[in-house]
């Protein structure tokens, strides 16, 4: 397995459950690889620091709908972080070299070994996770969680957790 990305953009509230995403490239949409069914981790990020991470084989648009239309239905809210803040950072890799059987399993391991490194590093949950599902991780899907992880400034994520307790 191997983690392609991060792919980056932009993402700002807008009123009601939408939202409206920048490539870097300026581009209003999300762009492939991105846009089509295969696994992918992401991540959102606030000033640098890591907020939430969260998984999923959809395309990033259908996923980000689900996100932001949620109402608790189901018991599922959506990202949290769209009441409290008015833009982000997405980022996301997308999984390669992955058994279609296995996506599921691997995502899972990978996100919450993600989750995993931050608690560890800075004895707190990230702000905007709302939840997290485990299961015995491998040696490789533990790299890939370290891969995403060091993405991020503990500078920047000691600022966020600074900017919370304040």
Known sequence: MKLIGPFIYQVSVEEGDRYSVVSPHGKSNFVAPVTTRGPK????????????????VQGMS????????ADG???????????????????IWVLEDCPEEDEFHALECIESEVVYLYRFAFDQWPKFQT??????????????????FDGFSEEAINK????TSA
């Not at 239905?73 to 980022?91: I, V």
């Not at 966020?160 to 900017?163: C, F, K, L, T």
Request: charged share 25%.
């Open 41 to 56: 981790i992401y991540v959102f990020a606030h000033e640098g620091a890591l907020i939430y991470i969260g998984q999923t």
């Open 62 to 69: 259908a996923r980000m709908r689900l996100g932001f239309k």
């Open 73 to 91: 239905t189901g018991g599922y809210w959506g990202y949290r972080w769209r009441r409290d803040l008015q833009e982000s950072a997405l980022h």
């Open 131 to 148: 939840e997290i599902h485990f299961h015995e991780s491998s040696e490789e899907h533990r790299a890939l969680a370290r891969q995403i």
């Open 160 to 163: 966020e957790m600074h900017a």
